[in-house]
C-alpha cells in the first residue's frame, strides 16, 4: 500500500493563520482517493473543504482561477513542490512525501546495473529524502555515483516531467541513470532528455526495469509526426488556460511563422488537452502544443493528428534541427 506524508498539523496550522474558512483541496490523480479523508481533517479545523474534481497534472496546475470564482482562503495543493513564482490566491504546498522503503527495489535494480560504473540518480518529490540511503546502496556495491543539482528544482536529483536539468547536469558524467519512484512517466523523460540508459528502480512494485526502449520507441513516433506536421495545409496551435502553462505570446510568434511558410492557422484555446479536440475540427492537419510538452509526446497514439511540443516545431521553422533537439534534449528550449 502507498504511505504519504499529508503534513495534517501543518494543514491545521495553515487554515488558523490565514483564518480560512474556505479550502480548496487539490491532488494529482494518485492521491484523490484521500480527498475525502483530508476534507474531513479540513472540517474539523473549521474551513469548509471544496475539493476540486479535474484533473492536475502538475505544480504549473494551480486551480486559482477555480478558486478565485469560488471565493477561497486557501489552496491546499498536494503531490508536487512549488514551481510558480506567485499565487493570487494564497497556496500552500503539501509535497506528499512517501514513505515506502526502496531498499528492496535497489536492490531489484543492482543487477541490470552491472556493465554501468558511473550510476546517475534520479528521483520526484516523493522520494527525494532517500537518494542519501540509494546513494550509500550504490557506493556498497562499488558504483561511483553523481547527483546533479542544476539549480532550478526544488531539491537535487529531483525531476518533474517537463524540467530534467538536474538530470541533464551530470549526463556527461555518468554512465546510466537510476530513477527512484513509481511508474515510468519520468523515468522514460531521464531516457529521453539525457540519452542515457535509464533503469527504474519501483518502490512500490519493488521491481527494477530498463525504460530504454519505450524512449527509442517515441523517439522514432515523434519524428513521424514532424515529418507528417512539416507537410500539414492547416494547422492548430493550441494555447492553454491554465495559469502556469498559458503561452500566448509563444503561440502568436508560432503563427507568424507557419503563416509565412504559407499555412493557414487556428489558434484553439482550452482548459484540457484532450484527443476529442482532433475529431471536432477535421480540417486541422496537425497542432502545436503550447502546453505541458508531456501531451504530445505521452499521448501522441491517442490523437488522430500529429501534435508537435513547440521545441519539435523548431524543426519544422528551421530554428533547430532534429539532432540538435535530441543533443540538447527533447524537453529542453
Ligand atoms: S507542464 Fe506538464 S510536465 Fe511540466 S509540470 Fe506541468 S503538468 Fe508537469
Not at 480548496?24 to 475525502?36: D, F, N, S
Not at 526495469?209 to 495545409?233: F, G, H, M, N, P
Not at 496551435?237 to 507568424?256: N, T
Request: hydrophobic fraction near 40%; charge should be neutral; glycine fraction near 6%.
Amino acid at each position: 500500500m502507498k504511505v504519504f506524508d499529508f503534513e495534517e498539523e501543518r494543514i491545521k496550522q495553515e487554515i488558523a493563520k490565514v483564518k480560512a474558512k474556505r479550502v480548496l483541496l487539490q491532488l494529482p490523480e494518485g492521491l484523490k482517493p484521500e480527498a475525502p479523508r483530508l476534507a474531513k481533517l479540513v472540517e474539523k479545523a473549521g474551513a469548509l473543504p471544496l475539493v476540486s474534481a479535474d484533473p492536475c497534472y502538475g505544480a504549473c496546475d494551480v486551480a486559482t482561477s477555480e478558486a478565485e470564482a469560488l471565493d477561497i482562503d486557501l489552496i491546499l495543493h498536494f503531490g508536487h513542490a512549488k514551481m510558480l513564482a506567485h499565487e493570487k490566491v494564497p497556496t500552500i504546498y503539501i509535497e506528499s512525501r512517501s514513505t515506502v522503503n526502496v531498499d528492496a527495489a535497489v536492490a531489484q535494480a543492482l543487477p541490470l546495473l552491472t556493465e554501468y560504473n558511473k550510476i546517475g540518480l534520479a528521483t520526484t518529490i516523493q522520494h527525494v529524502q532517500t537518494i542519501d540511503t540509494v546513494r550509500e546502496s550504490l557506493v556498497r556495491a562499488g558504483k561511483v555515483v553523481v547527483v546533479g543539482d542544476a539549480g532550478r528544482l526544488n531539491y537535487p536529483a529531483q525531476v518533474i516531467g517537463c524540467d530534467f536539468s538536474n538530470v541533464k547536469s551530470v549526463a556527461s558524467d555518468v554512465d546510466a541513470f537510476l530513477f527512484v519512484g513509481g511508474g515510468k512517466f519520468h523515468a522514460v523523460g531521464v531516457a529521453l532528455a539525457t540519452s542515457k540508459p535509464t533503469i527504474v528502480a519501483d518502490p512500490y512494485d519493488e521491481t527494477a526495469y530498463s525504460v530504454d526502449k519505450e524512449a527509442q520507441k517515441i523517439l522514432k513516433q515523434r519524428w513521424s509526426s514532424i515529418q507528417e506536421t512539416a507537410k500539414a495545409k492547416t494547422v492548430g496551435v493550441l494555447v492553454s488556460l491554465k495559469q502556469g502553462q498559458q503561452h500566448l505570446d509563444e503561440a502568436l510568434k508560432i503563427k507568424e511563422r507557419l503563416e509565412k511558410m504559407g499555412k493557414h492557422v487556428l489558434i484553439f484555446a482550452l482548459h484540457e488537452i484532450q484527443p476529442e479536440i482532433t475529431l471536432e475540427f477535421p480540417t486541422v492537419d496537425a497542432y502545436i502544443n503550447t502546453a505541458c510538452p508531456r501531451i504530445s509526446v505521452d499521448d501522441a497514439s491517442k490523437f488522430r493528428k500529429p501534435i508537435l511540443t513547440t521545441n519539435e516545431f523548431k524543426v519544422i521553422s528551421g530554428e533547430s534541427t532534429w539532432e540538435n533537439i535530441l543533443k540538447k534534449g527533447l524537453f529542453e528550449n
